[in-house]
T-cell receptor
Framework: DTEVTQTPKHLVMGMTNKKSLKCEQHMGHRAMYWYKQKAKKPPELMFV???????INESVPSRFSPECPNSSLLNLHLHALQPEDSALYLC???????????FGPGTRLTVT | AQSVTQPDIHITVSEGASLELRCNYSYGATPYLFWYVQSPGQGLQLLLKYFSGDTLVQGIKGFEAEFKRSQSSFNLRKPSVHWSDAAEYFC???????????FGTGTRLQVTL
């Protein structure tokens, strides 16, 4: 199984809502990532988890809160987002140190 | 500063023609290098990777890339493009020890029939 799954595929939320994005992989990878991608731009790294511990936070606003409940799951909790947070949110996983990241299909988030 | 550069924002080729997408990197040492492809609204798919050894690497979907240390380049090639290859292509490099990928700005490939 070389698949990373993400739910939901699409999400529309208001600025006062709380929602969560979910990501799952069963490849035994011990590194998991959240990226944000705006249209016609490359992915921007948000967070990295290594062995279920947060190892990189790229100065992401606190309205984004990641969580790694176990080695297969990665969540991104969203609260009080702004319209400029509308983007494609990608999850990825890899073996540590290889850089060979496997990406999920993404969640298209629209903040109204 | 460490960086990955893709000089071509947009390339158009005819179906059946050959393709070369350019990628240059700027690092103190040779990084791990990757090419990813992204269809509209989708995630990224790894086409191929270079870690060390043979400088010509083969990937999926008939793609190959050649690492040239003297030119700090890792260009992607395909001998005959298919209409389904139309997509965004990203070159990326692995930096440091933190499994952090640095992406180029991407090249959008359009294929004309």
């Amino acid at each position: 199984d070389t698949e990373v799954t993400q739910t939901p595929k699409h999400l529309v939320m208001g600025m006062t809502n709380k929602k969560s994005l979910k990501c799952e992989q069963h490849m035994g990878h011990r590194a998991m990532y959240w990226y944000k991608q705006k249209a016609k731009k490359p992915p921007e790294l948000m967070f990295v988890y290594s062995y279920e511990k947060l190892s990189i936070n790229e100065s992401v606003p606190s309205r984004f809160s990641p969580e790694c409940p176990n080695s297969s799951l990665l969540n991104l909790h969203l609260h009080a987002l702004q319209p400029e947070d509308s983007a494609l949110y990608l999850c990825a996983s890899s073996q540590l140190g290889t850089g060979e990241q496997y990406f999920g299909p993404g969640t298209r988030l629209t903040v109204t | 500063a460490q960086s990955v550069t893709q000089p071509d924002i947009h390339i158009t080729v005819s179906e059946g023609a050959s393709l070369e997408l350019r990628c240059n990197y700027s690092y103190g040492a040779t990084p791990y290098l990757f090419w990813y492809v992204q269809s509209p609204g989708q995630g990224l798919q790894l086409l191929l990777k270079y870690f060390s050894g043979d400088t010509l690497v083969q990937g999926i979907k008939g793609f190959e890339a050649e690492f040239k240390r003297s030119q700090s380049s890792f260009n992607l090639r395909k001998p005959s493009v298919h209409w389904s290859d139309a997509a965004e292509y990203f070159c990326a490099a692995l930096t440091g020890t933190a499994s952090k990928l640095t992406f180029g700005t991407g090249t959008r490939l359009q294929v004309t029939l």
